[in-house]
């Protein structure tokens, strides 16, 4: 399984799966004429402004957040975690709707404070919200490598008199960058593909482009900015620089007891977070819910919500090992997993409609939850992809050399020594997609069987409708579902660890 | 009027009718026989069978109320809905009809534009003429039938403007000394634009926007440009008309009147409509239940939408139908939304 060929195979199957919609894009852009008068250069400017706003926002959250749930006592740490990942099941245009609502003159926040309140909106304000959408994200795949250390390493280095700041800055983070940039990649990809967020925020992006000239009816025009907005993209690609990954061969996991001060001075921070990703928005729908009443969600919802959420999340998951696999051997295998990652930075309604004419050669494919899992598969991979690559990076190959010089064939040595040091990140990877995909929504719209309705498109048709208060409902819906997710994935790595103890 | 407000009044239309026998009490199955108007759903022959239904939506709840009680009336007939933005479901159906694999039966939309797209595109058979003859003469289409109405307006602040004082010409409007309020992004906005543009021509339209531009400010939807009037932001908001009658049902105090040209783009009265992609003797008749007058009265109360066929009652707080001048605009063009995003830009105004 570890031969080159084997994994270079299912690598480029992959990419080629990926390139496939934006073969199509060429297709519907080719010939596109551009607007010579929409102001290209200033977007393009405030892309990348709002990209690297949340990329700094994202890892100052994240970053601390993955070190206090991986490494520090903390009562209910588990919960914590769970929750603190929880804003990525939350569709970002109704975070964004919620501040909006919120805030400024005649807010709800305003009107609960009887003061009035200044606007969250502007670049200021989208950065602000997408990093509170996006800050999981960095969380996930820095706590994945933060597992990954060696603890002794640590013990050396506070032997040696470091404090234990000066331990976390010189020894533990620089560890741990290749994660923390997996992290940051995702949230800026994020970033730049989502339209809503900036558009109820009233911050030009290239994504507003886009959305204009699709519904303007100018499909070929959309496909072609989309493909500038991928050539951004490859762009971050080729300066996210080879990050060199550290092999350690002890996994013993090390703790940090903070004293009471510190302790409570994380919580305080970890609060403070919640409140603003979680608390306002749930806080705002109770308010719309006092005054509207809330309807029932049927069950069938919340079974079509999660069915092609784990079918994608299970599908991309054996997707990205190849791929990740491959990536690790550097050359080739690292620019077919920059190939898979560009679907993530496709705005989805683009990638839908570039799906749409592939579901469309294959009837039998055409409206199936087949071609919605495909679709999720594509735009998602490289939530997967990333953690596995620094899982298996750092695995030490002295380990399956040994196991093949016992005799192990490749596929043993793979199954009994490579894959069960790759559990956690496949199941954080697994964990980040599902999650990802239960907030989807454009997608979702384009490509589902006729019928299927989820959470999400739930919530986009009582928003569109104007019942704000039955938002509350399926919006806190989604939040549970995805917490319920996030503990699966913590007690899956708590039995990995035990199971590499025994 | 602050920001909770709007959101409030915009619910509350909505909500009553969720109101679970609110909805059938006043609901489009309440039947109202007016004299020489359309006929009762219960003339309709039921409905049987399978019918895909793409709904593009907008004033998308009410929309569903009827579809409910339409399923309800014909427990035999089954609806298989979907649902996306207008503009998503006309490139689905573009794409679906380029590949000979049509999926839809009826495409319903609240924007003219998509349907203009998709007439343009698919190519439907013609309506049949007993179909056409349900709308007035000027409403008629050969390959979409429309189903209600909205005019553009000029939403006003009375505290600020005095009605007898306005232009009734669009094109004259830049005259005055006045504040203007506009959602150039906004999908209803461009219509209004292009209307302008095939009425008066490009380089008109153009030097309009141009002489507005310094004294308009932008929002990014309507709703909010009829607030900003309300509020004093601008003293003229361009904005289609039910803003401003749901505001006002909301909020009565609200201070906001409702003005209109007179023979121009300023008065455009654009249709939502269906476009029958599969014609079937189930599709028409489907077609057929939503003019009737049940569900005609029932758009015009409660989502304040112009009856574009004779005997149904104007919804409330519009001024007689008879004494407004609506242009005469192929609604189909308003499709053409190209050179209209080429004008915003040059002059900046997107």
């Known amino acids: 399984m570890t031969r080159p060929s084997f994994t270079a195979a299912g690598s480029l199957i992959v990419a080629l799966l990926v390139l496939s919609p934006i073969f199509v894009l060429f297709l519907l852009g080719w010939g596109a004429e551009l607007d010579a008068t929409a102001d290209v250069t200033r977007l393009l400017i405030n892309t990348v402004g709002l990209a690297l706003a949340t990329v700094v926002g994202s890892v100052l959250i994240g970053v601390p957040l993955a070190i206090a749930t991986a490494h520090c006592r903390l009562p209910f740490r588990g919960i914590w975690l769970a929750v603190l990942v929880a804003p990525l099941a939350i569709p970002s245009y109704i975070g964004a709707f919620t501040y909006f609502a919120a805030f400024g003159q005649g807010g709800l926040l305003a009107e609960a404070i009887g003061e009035p309140l200044f606007n969250i909106e502007g670049p200021l304000g989208t950065a602000l919200v997408m990093t509170l959408y996006t800050y999981p994200l960095v969380l996930l795949t820095t706590r994945a490598s933060l597992r990954q250390l060696d603890g002794r390493m640590v013990e050396a280095a506070r032997c040696l008199g470091a404090s234990l700041s000066e331990t976390l800055w010189r020894v533990v983070i620089p560890r741990v960058r290749s994660g923390i940039a997996a992290g940051a990649l995702l949230a800026a990809l994020y970033s730049m593909s989502d339209f809503a967020t900036p558009a109820i925020l009233g911050f030009d992006t290239f994504t507003r482009v886009i959305y204009v000239e699709y519904n303007a009816f100018g499909l070929d025009r959309a496909a072609l900015l989309s493909l500038h907005l991928l050539g951004i993209i490859a762009v971050v690609l080729l300066l996210e620089s080879r990050v060199s990954v550290d092999r350690e061969s002890g996994h013993r996991a090390f703790e940090m007891e903070l004293n009471t001060v510190s302790r409570s001075l994380l919580q305080i921070l970890m609060s403070l977070v919640l409140l603003a990703s979680i608390g306002l928005p749930a806080w705002v729908f109770g308010a719309w819910l006092l005054d509207e009443g809330a309807t029932g969600v049927s069950l069938s919802l919340i079974w079509n919500t999660t069915y092609p959420a784990l079918l994608a999340a299970a599908v991309t998951v054996v997707a990205a090992l190849p791929v990740a696999m491959y990536a690790t051997r550097g050359g080739a295998g690292r620019w077919l997993e920059r190939i898979s990652t560009l679907g993530y930075g496709v705005p989805g309604i683009v990638m839908g409609t570039a799906l749409l004419y592939v579901g469309l050669r294959l009837d039998w494919f055409y409206q199936t939850v087949a071609l919605l899992v495909l ?126 103890a025994s | 009027m602050d920001r909770r407000s709007l959101l409030r009044a915009l619910v509350t239309v909505p909500a009553v009718c969720a109101l679970p026998g609110a909805s059938y009490a006043q609901g489009p199955e309440a039947s109202e026989a007016v004299a020489g108007g359309p006929v009762s759903v219960t003339s309709l022959p039921k409905l049987k069978g399978k019918l895909t239904l793409y709904l593009g939506r907008g ?92 005019f553009r307006t000029l939403a006003y602040n009375p505290n600020s403007v005095n009605l007898s004082e306005l232009p009734d010409s669009i094109m004259t409007l830049p005259d005055e000394d006045l504040r203007f309020g506009w959602a150039p992004a906004y999908g209803a906005f461009q219509s209004f634009v292009t209307a302008m543009r095939l009425l008066e021509g490009d380089d008109a339209t153009g030097a309009w926007l141009e002489s507005l531009k310094a004294r308009s400010k932008s929002y990014a939807g309507e709703l909010n440009v009829v607030m900003g009037t309300s509020q004093g932001e601008s003293d003229i908001g361009f904005a289609n008309h039910y803003y401003t009658l749901r505001l006002l049902q909301g909020r009565p105090d609200t201070p906001l009147g409702l003005a209109f040209t007179r023979g121009d783009a300023g008065c455009l ?82």
């Open chain 1, 375 to 500: 679709g999720h598969v594509l735009r998602f991979l490289p939530l997967a992809v990333g953690p596995i690559r620094n899982a298996f990076g750092r695995t030490d190959k002295n380990l399956v050399a040994a196991a093949r010089g016992l005799g192990a064939s490749p596929w043993e040595a793979f199954q009994r020594v490579s894959l069960p040091l790759l559990v956690p990140a496949a199941i954080s990877g697994g964990a980040l997609v599902f999650l990802e995909v239960m907030r989807e929504l454009p997608l979702t719209l384009l490509l589902r069987p006729t019928g299927l309705e989820t959470l999400t498109t739930e919530l986009w048709q009582v928003f569109e409708a104007g019942y704000f208060g039955r938002a509350a409902i399926p919006g806190l819906l989604l939040i549970a579902i995805s917490s319920i997710g996030v503990v699966l994935m913590m007690r899956g790595e708590r039995q990995q660890v035990s199971g590499g």
């Open chain 2, 59 to 150: 004033e998308g709840g009410l929309y569903e109320k009827i579809l409910e009680s339409i399923q309800r009336r014909n427990p035999d007939f089954e609806l298989r809905i979907r649902r996306g933005p207008s503009t998503a479901l006309a490139n689905t159906l573009v794409a679906e009809s380029r590949f000979g694999k049509p999926r839809a039966d009826v495409f319903w939309s609240i924007d003219a534009s998509s349907l203009g797209l998709v007439v343009e595109a698919v190519e439907p058979p013609a309506l049949d003429d007993e179909l056409i003859a349900l709308l007035k003469p000027e409403y008629r289409y050969e390959r979409w039938l429309p189903i209600s109405g909205r």
């Open chain 2, 269 to 350: 009265l654009n249709a939502s409509g269906t476009v029958i992609l599969k014609p079937s003797t189930r599709a028409r008749d489907f077609v057929r239940h939503l003019m009737t007058n049940e569900v005609q009265g029932y758009l015009a109360r409660e989502a304040f939408e112009v009856p574009l066929l004779e005997g149904v009652p104007n919804p409330k707080g519009l001024p007689p139908l008879a004494s407004l001048q609506p242009p005469r605009v192929d609604l189909e063009k308003l499709a053409d939304v190209r050179p209209t995003l080429s004008l915003l830009r040059q002059t900046g105004v997107l």
